[in-house]
């Protein structure tokens, strides 16, 4: 356990479905994020969160949309996706300042059907 | 901006043996460089990181990595691998305190008796 929770571990949804994601920390960091992982691809960084706002936005599609409710929750709300969206969904936190590294869950396997 | 490559995508070693893993950056400046190792289905965890000072860093796992300024690189390096070293492992970078992590594509670690 390494203090990032993601619920569910695996998902799988049609594409006409609505889910949500969840990441939880209780590590008292002040900036969440969203990763993700495709098979043969690098980590796409998704969205950053520090202190509750949203202060990157990597061109993702709208049918992902974060919230952020306060600062040890981050949620991931899925909205008609594709099946190339299918992907191992990553959460991080971590506290800003020198010596600081990302604290990661362990992900939740996303199949879009 | 900023990148980060690692040239090797699959590296095989025996049990035993030493290992290096490949890291170059691309940024003007020094930035904060980092290692992460991720077992199938799981999330990122922490090597060792660096940021100032001795250009030898240390890790966890017996791990430890050089920062070589003039190469653009922070190679991995372990004096002898474990079977349960086989892992992906990932290369980061941001340019300071509170901004995201780039990642670099992964090099995919294998290890044969």
């Known amino acids: 356990e390494t203090g990032v929770t993601q619920t569910p571990r695996h998902l799988v949804m049609g594409m006409t479905n609505k889910k949500s994601l969840k990441c939880e920390q209780h590590?008292?960091?002040?900036?969440m994020y969203w990763y993700k992982q495709s098979a043969k691809k690098p980590l796409e960084l998704m969205f950053v969160?520090?202190?509750?706002?949203?202060?990157e936005n990597n061109s993702v599609p709208s049918r992902f949309s974060p919230e952020c409710p306060n600062s040890s929750h981050l949620f991931l709300h899925l909205h008609t996706l594709q099946p190339e969206d299918s992907a191992l969904y990553l959460c991080a936190s971590s506290q800003p300042g020198q010596g600081y590294g990302y604290t990661f869950g362990s992900g939740t396997r996303l199949t879009v059907v | 901006a900023q990148s980060v490559t690692q040239p090797d995508i699959h590296i095989t070693v025996s049990e035993g043996a030493s290992l290096e893993l490949r890291c170059n950056y691309s940024?003007?400046?020094?930035?904060?460089l980092f290692w992460y190792v991720q077992s199938p289905g799981q999330g990122l965890q922490l090597l060792l990181k660096y940021f100032s000072g001795d250009t030898l860093v240390q890790g966890i796992k017996g791990f430890e990595a050089e920062f070589k300024r003039s190469q653009s690189s922070f190679n991995l390096r372990k004096p002898s691998v474990h079977w349960s070293d086989a892992a992906e492992y990932f290369c980061?970078?941001?340019?300071?305190?509170?901004?995201?992590?780039?990642f670099g594509k992964g090099t995919t670690l294998s290890v044969s008796s």
């Open positions: 980061a970078v941001n340019r300071r305190a509170g901004t995201a992590l780039i």
């Open positions: 969160y520090s202190l509750e706002e949203r202060v």
């Open positions: 940024y003007g400046a020094t930035p904060y």
């Open positions: 590590l008292g960091h002040n900036a």
